[in-house]
């Protein structure tokens, strides 16, 4: 219980009130009397009586009010402690950003605000106790507003955000509403969407603002060249139920038209279309759709040219599995080298089964199964792993990697160094990770792919394809590509800033060298030191394009639903509201006594 | 004594029928040898008249034969001669303090104050006197005409119902005023609440020496008898503006009221040395209560 309570500050607040009330009421009236003649006398013996007794005797009703008044807000205090101690509401909002919320609904708002106005009622009735946990897939990283915010301005908050451009899962979505399970009794959790979403639990209530929409995008956009030097160009396009018919793909190269070509589709179908052309020193070729629709982020679609080429140094034993993880990827040259004479000018160094006794001054090296120490990392003996996982699935490392189900076999525990990421571990054990020793990137591999199933799952080939993608800085290779919405993109290397200029014209700067984008477009890419170069990123995801969704609303109080509240709040809250009125009768009774000029004594004397 | 008049007195506001139907079956006492100056229903002391036998005493001669009991004669031979008392009418006069004071009270004093006096006047008229009111109010005093005769409690309600308080209170002016005016000697009420800073007691001094028959109704009213306690006031007179500081409450109280149970004490031990009749009453009292109770105890009716 404290006094610096809101009603504790109200309830003192009524001592001076009810104190500066009597002594207005014992201020010196004026009386008017028939005469003086007998009350001269009595003026004239208080004039003539010791101090003592002329001084002003406590009105014992404005002592019996003050009391009254303490006790009562001591009680509102008591009765907010208990309130305080109450489970608070908590509502967790699990939206889906996902491209297809941006769609275009039938009465003009957008799938994404028809959410914002159905959850708005809702966000309104929270008060400043209530936790709101919005949790948005995927993440927003907005502007943040430094100190924590309450409810109130978390809801705020959320109506500034707008959807993004990526293509969600909708078991992401899943995993995320089973992740935001509600613990307390007063916990509610919402799950704004667009569609109905299968398998999710029953205290989930969900919000689709779905429905039909008139879209057509473009979901498949590939460049092949042909032997004769020659481009084909591949444009897929998918439509929702409503949209058919014919669509006109236009291909640009560097701005310059390349051709134009009808593509027909049907409703609820697929179409294509392939082009050819002789794109030669094309840098980045676009296709878009000519005409309007529900979504503007799959009207379009880029390809960027990725114009060098890795070289990869290979030391130590012979692991054909993984020496045809590197081989297979196009732009990588792989190259035998020493230890003690590696190529000036190489972008990887991998170690395999050795443990290098000096490590590069620059550059990414990746060390698998080292039987020694490596700057910092000590191994010390051999233990079975456990189930492995992922730690940081979002790290352009292990982006697209999967290790949950892959039989490991034995591993080394060992010492990390200091600034040591685990990527990936197996109970407390760590299979990989990545420090900086110096200027050089050092990648851990802890897995031996001789040993047990990695090499045989589709993990290890797209692993090995981000190291090298991350070596290379996100330019290896010399064909036409681009990456999806919410995909990691190696722009850099890590730990140097890297400018980039969005689709949207806004300058961005990447520390980690890794690019997260957001929405589609090109990016223009400027490492330090090195010509720009762009980014293709374009949604391509017939999900996305072809999301019909559905609607549910919310019932009218969720919470009624949701939770119910014990019996005691209800009477702390019934209590407390008592314990304010008495409070506000007790002043009232004292102004009440101020105007009529009632006191104790009078009423005794009445009485008598 | 006479009956109720057939016509009945118009109701004036001061009194109501039913009430001075009541009224009619009181008689007003006089105390002091008062004589009236005309003829009217109260057996006087002074012998004389035709109707009212009073006694009987021995001739003399030189007395009127027309007296002689010859009745008396033929029983005992000695001869004696009737006497018969003559009926006179009293100046029956009542004086109305009529200052700022008798607006206090609730009810008003002055309002209890004017229907004593119309009553009392009323019942001069029954019994066949003359009344007359006044009302004093500083150094001025306006009276009314005489009155006699039932009929005439109209003129008299006249007369005092637009009479209200104003002004200081001098009871020695009042008194020295019906001195001057006074010719005969009469009964005198004075209906005050004697809140007179000056030498009220000098004037009733003044008018016992002249025979007068005097009667004095103190009149207070509940808030001067009993004064609630009101904390730190500033208490102004009324009459003066003069004003006074002063706390009342449970002792202040105490010390008032012994002062005023002095000054009523003082006052009735006046009255009863100069053979004054002395009544106390509250405005607070129903008027009934205070003319068939009060008067009647005080033995100014019976």
Same mark, same amino acid.
């Given at each position: ?360 001054? #620059? *550059?990414?090296? !990746?060390? /698998?199964? =080292?039987?020694? +120490?490596? @700057? ?6 051999? $233990? &079975? ?91 290896? #290779? *010399?064909?036409? !590509?681009? /990456?999806? =919405?919410?995909? +990691?993109? @190696? ?6 800033? $890297? &400018? ?91 102004? #009440?006594?101020?105007? !009529? ?12 | ?302």
């Amino acid at each position: 219980m404290s006094w610096l309570s809101p009603w504790g500050l109200l309830g003192l607040l009524s001592v001076p009130v009810l104190v500066a009330l009597s002594l207005w009421r014992r201020r010196r009236r004026e009386v008017a009397v028939s005469s003086l003649l007998l009350w001269r006398q009595v003026a004239a013996a208080q004039r003539a009586a010791p101090p003592t007794q002329r001084r002003r005797r406590v009105d014992p009703l404005i002592a019996l009010r003050l009391a009254v008044a303490l006790v009562l807000t001591g009680a509102m205090c008591g009765l907010l402690w208990l309130r305080r101690g109450a489970p608070t509401r908590r509502l967790t909002v699990v939206v889906d950003r996902s491209a297809s919320m941006a769609m275009r609904r039938p009465d003009g708002r957008s799938r994404w605000q028809a959410c914002l106005d159905e959850l708005r009622p809702l966000l309104g009735r929270l008060g400043p106790r209530d936790q709101l946990v919005p949790v948005l897939v995927p993440a927003y990283r907005g502007a943040a507003s430094g100190a924590e915010p309450d409810a109130v301005g978390l809801a705020k908050e959320l109506g500034a955000v707008a959807p993004s451009d990526v293509a969600v899962r909708e078991q992401e979505l899943v995993e995320a509403v089973r992740q935001a399970a509600p613990t307390a009794t007063d916990a509610l959790v919402v799950v704004a969407t667009d569609d109905r979403l299968e398998g999710l639990p029953a205290w989930a209530r969900p919000l689709a603002t779905g429905g039909a929409a008139a879209n057509r995008g473009i979901v498949a956009f590939a460049a092949r060249r042909r032997r004769d030097g020659t481009h084909e160009v591949l444009v897929g396009v998918a439509a929702t139920p409503p949209a058919r018919g014919e669509v006109e793909v236009v291909l640009r190269g560097d701005g310059r038209e390349l051709g134009r070509r009808q593509v027909a589709v049907a409703a609820g179908g697929r179409g294509q279309a392939v082009l050819e052309a002789a794109l030669g020193d094309v840098d980045v070729l676009e296709a878009h759709l000519v005409g309007d629709d529900a979504l503007a982020a799959d009207n379009h679609a880029w390809l960027a040219r990725r114009t060098r080429r890795v070289r990869a140094a290979w030391v130590g034993d012979a692991s054909p599995a993984l020496r045809r993880a590197l081989a297979v990827q196009e732009g990588v040259d792989v190259v035998e080298a020493a230890a003690d004479a590696l190529p000036a000018d190489c972008d990887l160094v991998v170690y395999y089964g050795t443990a290098p006794t000096r490590l590069p001054a #620059r *550059g990414t090296v !990746a060390v /698998v199964a =080292p039987r020694g +120490p490596v @700057g910092g990392l000590r191994p010390a003996g051999q $233990v &079975e792993a456990g189930v492995a996982m992922v730690v940081a699935p979002r790290d352009p490392l292990m982006a697209a990697v999967r290790l949950e189900g892959v039989r490991i076999g034995r591993v080394a525990r060992v010492t990390v160094p200091e600034g040591f990421d685990t990527l990936a571990r197996a109970g407390d054990v760590p299979l990989i990770g990545r420090w900086r020793q110096g200027r050089a990137t050092v990648v851990y591999v802890g897995i031996e792919p001789s040993r047990g199933g990695w090499a045989l799952s589709a993990s290890f080939p797209i692993f090995w394809a981000n190291v090298v993608d991350v070596a290379a800085g996100g330019g290896r #290779r *010399g064909e036409l !590509a681009c /990456v999806r =919405p919410g995909e +990691p993109c @190696g722009v850099g290397p890590v730990g140097e800033p $890297v &400018e980039i200029d969005g689709p949207d014209g806004r300058r961005l700067e990447v520390a980690g060298g890794v690019l997260l984008p957001q929405r589609v477009g090109l990016y223009r890419v400027r490492p330090k030191g090195t010509a720009a170069r762009a980014v293709a990123v374009s949604l391509l995801s017939e999900a996305e394009t072809t999301a019909q969704g559905c609607e549910a609303r919310l019932p009218r109080d969720p919470w009624e639903q949701a939770t119910r509240r014990p019996l005691a709040t209800g009477l702390v809250r019934v209590s407390g509201a008592l314990a304010a009125l008495g409070l506000l009768l007790v002043v009232l009774h004292g102004w #009440r006594a101020r105007a !009529a000029g009632f006191d104790l004594r009078e009423a005794r004397a009445s009485v008598e | 004594m006479p009956g109720p008049s057939p016509r009945g007195p118009r109701s004036p506001s001061l009194l109501d029928p039913a009430f001075l139907h009541k009224l009619e079956l009181l008689e007003i006492l006089f105390r002091r040898n008062v004589v009236g100056r005309r003829e009217g229903d109260r057996p006087g002391r002074q012998r004389g008249g035709r109707t009212e036998f009073a006694d009987y005493r021995e001739y003399s001669p030189g007395d009127d034969l027309h007296y002689l009991d010859w009745n008396v004669y033929g029983r005992t031979g000695r001869l004696f001669l009737k006497e018969f008392t003559k009926r006179e009418a009293v100046l029956v006069c009542v004086l109305v303090d009529a200052s700022a004071s008798m607006g206090f009270g609730q009810p008003r004093k002055l309002d209890q104050a004017k229907r004593l006096a119309a009553a009392f006047a009323y019942l001069a008229l029954v019994g066949g006197h003359e009344a007359q009111v006044g009302a004093f109010a500083g150094q001025q005093v306006r009276w009314s005409a005489r009155f006699a005769g039932r009929p005439d409690v109209q003129a008299l309600a006249r007369f005092l119902e637009p009479v209200e308080p104003s002004g200081g209170t001098d009871v020695f002016a009042a008194l020295r005023a019906f001195r001057e005016r006074a010719a005969e000697r009469s009964l005198l009420l004075l209906v005050s609440d004697l809140l007179d800073g000056g030498a009220p007691q000098r004037g009733l001094r003044l008018l016992g020496s002249r025979r007068h028959d005097l009667a004095v109704l103190h009149l207070l009213s509940p808030q001067e008898l009993h004064p609630p306690a009101a904390g730190p006031v500033r208490l102004t007179d009324c009459e003066t503006a003069l004003g006074e500081s002063l706390v009342v409450d449970d002792a202040a109280l105490r010390h008032y009221a012994a002062g005023l149970n002095a000054f009523c004490e003082g006052w009735r031990a006046f009255c009863e040395r100069h053979d004054i009749r002395y009544l106390q009453a509250s405005s607070a009292s129903p008027f009934e209560d205070c003319v068939l109770g009060t008067l009647r105890k005080g033995g100014l009716v019976r």
